[in-house]
């Protein structure tokens, strides 16, 4: 019997970056193609988390907090996001989403969505009931754990 945790594994490395090729290509459209992959994820981050530190940021993305910063920096430029000092430490600065940072990743999602939606649409119902219970758990397992 095949190891199904490994099975397993090797699918997700097989179709995730297939799904990252279609979400890349709806950000490479003419609006959205201003924006690095890491300032996407920056700004999905953010938007699915509403208040983060920079230290939050850099911990999602990876590299270090000087990197992080001008990334930051960029975006701030671009009127995306701003920076928030804590009334009560002065040392805590929260970052948010504009509401014209929130309107373009409203825009990339709901492109994103009808773009994923046309390349399934060939599925049957009970495909798209696998693959929802399928990512339902994936969900719980990644985001409720922090990789957001």
């Not at 671009?78 to 600065?93: G, T």
């Not at 709901?110 to 599925?123: P, V």
Request: charged share 30%; aromatic share 6%; hydrophobic share 35%.
């Amino acid at each position: 019997m095949k190891n199904k945790k490994k099975e397993c594994a090797q699918i997700l490395l097989e179709v995730m970056p297939q799904i990252w090729r279609v979400m890349k290509e709806v950000a490479q459209k003419k609006e959205f193609s201003k924006f690095s992959v890491a300032q996407f994820r920056t700004l999905k981050f953010i938007n699915r988390n509403n208040k983060v530190s920079l230290s939050e940021i850099s911990k999602h993305l990876g590299p270090g907090l000087s990197s992080t910063s001008k990334l930051i920096d960029g975006l701030v430029e671009k009127k995306l996001i701003k920076r928030q000092i804590n009334e009560k430490d002065r040392r805590y600065i929260t970052i948010t989403l504009t509401k014209t940072g929130k309107n373009i990743m409203e825009r990339i999602q709901k492109e994103t969505i009808e773009h994923l939606e046309k390349s399934i649409s060939d599925l049957s119902d009970s495909q798209y009931s696998l693959i929802i219970n399928a990512m339902e758990i994936l969900k719980q397992k990644y985001i409720s754990k922090g990789e957001k």
